[in-house]
């Protein structure tokens, strides 16, 4: 069976549904073509499932400090661990289902649920059946990385994509890889009474390129779990069904081990050297990040699958730009948004706009520091630990990025965020309304002690602008 469409979709999840969604509303006629679970990543084993059992640990976590406040009884409390997983599988369960309300469930034929793979530029195989399109767009996703030795251990060993499956909590575990989803796995679990060690071959945590805010992140993470960082790890069968994991000269034995190495684009069945597009040195196209074109073909891409910015409203604007072009066969140009990345530890991690690895060798570039620990919010909430980091250009105060190791610190991202955006200087931002006793003190903080390392300074007091007549 032959069914000819002006678009074709690869993948339902946020990228997919989003080009979708533009595909539509330029009255387009479309397959939309998905192999494997319905339902996105975000909502079945990412964004969502993890910040469900992030909140769980979170309050249960927070009996620790309670004699502190004169609030009796709080070493009494205990965890019903399977209760907690029952509780975040109804949750993950109710997500999914809202995006499968709003997406899928009354698609008629214009849904295939089926593996796609590229015959030649224009034409797809699914299943038993053959797609013509005059315009394709590549939102296939992103699936765990999993180094093939390891799946000799079976059910022991654990990605992400099967830990929200678990019944119950081991009682001890190790996470090999501390980006996003492994320190917020980690750190959750060792709050609900998780033996847990963190691994990563690298000497930073969750894409940290700020030597101060990763050395403090480090340090007071640290203190809830062990990391050993700058070693591969290595797992071996240890005795009564538990295993070894190593690294460097440390070791532990462990009854699970959850992998969170990251992700890789999902190319496993599209055959892409039949697209007759350009591939980089991972075999994946090569496009236009303002247009998600391949090269100047007919063929768009989204989402994960790029292997770009693993982040959901990146997928989500990606979506829309190729979806946009796709249905019009154009390149139109669009701005893409500041970059913002949060990690829901806590102290929440977060990087906005340009990385300090970028910036750091540039004699423009000046950087300067706010600890929260004087910050009397964050006294109060007993949750002053941590570091707040902010960078601007010498000569004009522009902000240009920053990093963040601090409590509620995605609100401040944001802020931060929209005044890179919006070009502010430094003292744009500072002129800008702090209410008192708040955490984004911290930031203005930051900001105020930048502005004494720009050369560039204001004809009136920091923080206030003259009125012109």
């Known amino acids: 069976m032959t069914r000819k469409v002006e678009v074709a979709i690869i993948g339902a999840g946020t990228a997919g549904l989003t080009a979708m969604s533009q595909i539509k509303q330029a009255g387009k006629d479309f397959v939309l073509i998905n192999g494997g679970h319905l339902g996105t990543t975000c909502a079945r084993v990412g964004c969502m499932p ?21 609030i009796l009884g709080g070493e009494n409390l205990s965890i019903d661990l399977p209760g907690v997983m ?18 899928t469930d009354n698609m008629g034929d214009e849904l295939i649920e089926g593996y796609a793979s590229f015959v030649d530029p224009h034409t797809l195989r699914v299943n038993d059946e053959t797609i013509e399109a005059e315009r394709i767009v590549i939102a296939a996703g992103s699936t765990p990385i999993f180094p093939d030795a390891w799946k000799a251990f079976g059910d022991r060993v654990v990605t992400t994509d099967e830990f929200f499956e678990l019944e119950t909590l081991p009682k001890s575990l190790a ?19 998780i033996d847990v060690t963190g691994i990563d071959t690298l000497e930073r945590i969750s894409g940290l390129t700020d030597p101060v805010v990763n050395a403090e992140a ?36 462990v009854e699970k081990v959850l992998v969170s190495m990251g992700r890789r684009p999902y190319l496993d069945h ?3 050297e039949n697209a007759g597009v350009p591939l980089d040195a991972r075999g994946l196209p090569t496009y236009d990040p303002e247009t998600m074109q391949v090269g100047d073909s007919h063929i768009y891409i989204a989402g994960d699958v790029d292997g770009d910015a693993p982040i959901l409203h990146e997928a989500g604007d990606e979506g829309r730009i190729a979806g946009y072009n796709a249905a019009r066969g154009s390149a139109e140009r669009f701005i893409r948004k500041t970059m913002l990345a949060i990690t829901f530890c806590e102290p929440n991690i977060v990087n906005v706009g340009r990385c300090w690895s970028a910036l750091e060798a540039d004699p423009d570039v000046v950087a300067a520091e706010m600890p929260m620990g004087p910050v009397g919010r964050a006294l109060i909430m007993a949750k002053n630990k941590g570091v707040i980091r902010v960078y601007a250009h010498k000569q004009t105060g522009r902000l240009l990025g920053g990093a963040l190791f601090a409590a509620k610190g995605e609100g401040l991202g944001h802020l931060l965020a929209w005044a890179i955006q919006q070009n502010l200087t430094v ?43």
């Open 50 to 70: 993890s910040k469900a059992l992030i909140q769980v640990a979170e309050d249960f976590h927070r009996r620790k400090i309670l004699k502190r406040h004169h």
């Open 86 to 103: 029952e509780h975040v599988q109804d949750l993950r369960d109710i997500f999914v289902d809202r995006v499968l309300q709003g997406s």
């Open 270 to 272: 599209l055959k892409l």
């Open 218 to 253: 480090i340090s007071v993470i640290g203190e809830e779990f062990p990391l050993w960082l700058g070693h591969p790890a290595e797992i071996e069968a240890g005795e009564d069904g538990l295993l070894r994991v190593s690294a460097g000269e440390q070791s532990v034995t």
């Open 175 to 193: 996470v090999i890889g501390l980006g996003v989803i492994g320190l917020e796995l980690g750190q959750a679990l060792a709050r609900l009474g």
């Open 427 to 469: 003292f744009d931002t500072l002129n800008l309304p702090f209410y008192h006793p708040t955490l984004e003190e911290a930031l203005q903080g930051a900001l105020q002690r930048l502005v004494a390392k720009l050369e560039i300074q204001p004809d009136a007091p920091v923080g206030l602008k003259r009125k012109t007549l």
